[in-house]
């Protein structure tokens, strides 16, 4: 049979993350590289702008305050970037 497959499942947030986890950890190199590139440390930063409808997981949000030490600034809607972006 052809067309859309339809799956209705409960997914815990646990196993969300446990299934997401080796993605989310592939930008941690990016992250820590980023620093070394700008020549500073994450003390001297201000703050984080995260960007993207996935940077509303938990999880990102604490590998976020693990590599630079602080949350995440909440003042911007993260799909409004990359809406404005696109529209550019």
């Known amino acids: ?15 969300l993350e446990q299934l997401v986890s080796p993605l989310i950890e592939r930008t941690r190199k990016p992250c820590t590289d980023c620093l070394k590139d700008s020549g500073l440390k994450a003390t001297e930063l201000d ?3 995260l960007v993207g409808g996935s940077t509303r997981m938990p ?3 604490s590998m976020v305050k693990e590599i ?9 809607n993260p799909d409004e970037p990359v809406a404005r972006g696109a529209a550019i």
């Open 68 to 76: 630079y030490g602080m949350e995440a600034s909440k003042a911007v």
């Open 47 to 49: 703050s984080v702008l």
């Open 1 to 15: 049979q052809t067309g859309p497959k339809h799956m209705n499942l409960q997914l815990t947030r646990s196993k």
């Open 59 to 61: 999880l990102v949000s």
